[in-house]
């Protein structure tokens, strides 16, 4: 089911719902007005790139190919005794 994100013209808020058939009218759930507009939503993912020193990714993988836990910064999961 897709979430939109909308923005009321009668109001101005913003909010999100369910739209479950495109011919639906949107009603917002502040002021009840009708005639929502669509909004473009943004959206973050990650690509299968390298990991870069010092972003959050980097915590979770020391070496390529090699995974770490959230126990311990080793990339060696055999010295804690949690690893694989």
Not at 33 to 47: D, M, N, P, V, Y
Not at 50 to 79: E, H, L, W, Y
Request: net charge negative.
């Amino acid at each position: 089911m897709p979430i939109y994100e909308f923005k009321c013209r009668e109001c101005g808020k913003q909010f999100e719902e369910i739209v479950l058939d495109e011919a639906e009218e949107v009603v917002c759930p502040h002021c009840s007005g009708k005639g929502a507009e669509r909004l473009i939503s943004t959206c973050k993912f990650r690509t299968g790139g390298p990991i870069v020193q010092g972003s959050p990714s980097s915590n979770a993988v020391t070496d390529r190919g090699k995974g770490g836990c959230a126990a311990c910064t080793s990339s060696d999961c055999s010295s804690c005794g949690s690893g694989s």
